[in-house]
């Protein structure tokens, strides 16, 4: 019965110990950065001396000094419409103390920081993972299927793909209406050349018509001075 009662307590003792573990806390996120900027390929050293200081040698920013832990911060992840095992999210502050100041506001060390500072962590992983597999988890949950190649292509040259089919459809569609145009006006042209031919018909008709006029009217001049003749020669 106490051998029952050693093992029930060993048991929740190891689950309880697992559950503890499980949780992302400061010290789990703390310890998960240190082990993080150690594999990093620019690290040649990193050495922890205590307190909250280390000491680092990098080959990518360069630099090579003492490096001070200003703060952690450990926080649930939200994401609206999407279903991910990454439950927080994990932010370490850190200064680098004999780094000169101007090179603080360098575009090389706000990304040489950005691979160094954030972890996120994984319900189903039961650890903190670094930005580069939290990026790669994501892309293959949600996009299985798109080529890194062809994403990168569109997020690179998206927007000239785009320019340079908007300018085609343009062109397209300013050719067809041009020719819609052009047959418009072939189409008036040859209204208007029917319309003038009309128009010279009708002149040739009226000349015609006045000819015939005329004619009518000397046959009616003859004919009133024979009737006249007649008249004279009756009288007699």
Do not use: C
Not at 105 to 123: G, V
């Amino acid at each position: 019965m106490r051998n029952t009662a050693q093992i029930i307590i060993l048991v929740v003792g190891a689950a309880l110990a697992q559950f503890a573990w499980a949780q992302p806390d400061r010290e789990s996120l703390i310890e998960a950065w240190e082990t993080h900027v150690a594999s990093l390929p620019g690290t040649v050293e990193f050495e922890a001396l205590g307190e909250g200081n280390y000491r680092l040698q990098d080959t990518d920013l360069p630099y090579e000094g003492d490096v001070r832990l200003v703060g952690a911060l450990v926080r649930g992840s939200e994401s609206p419409g999407f279903d991910t095992d990454f439950t927080h999210f994990g932010m370490v502050e850190f200064e680098l103390v004999d780094l000169p100041e101007e090179r603080l506001t360098s575009q090389s060390y706000y990304y040489w920081l950005a691979d160094r500072q954030t972890l996120h962590y994984s319900e189903t992983e039961q650890r903190w993972m670094s930005p580069l597999a939290y990026q790669s988890a994501i892309s293959e949950l949600y996009s299985p299927n798109v080529s890194f190649g062809a994403l990168g292509f569109m997020l690179n040259y998206g927007i000239w793909v785009f320019l340079i089919a908007l300018i085609v459809f343009v062109f397209l569609a300013g050719h067809r209406q041009t020719k819609k145009a052009r047959s418009l006006m072939d189409q008036t042209e040859s209204i208007n050349q029917r319309a003038s031919e009309n128009l010279d018909r009708s002149e040739r008709l009226q000349d015609e018509v006045l000819e015939i006029s005329r004619e009518m009217r000397d046959l009616q001049v003859e004919n009133n001075e024979l009737l006249k003749k007649m008249v004279d020669a009756l009288s007699r």
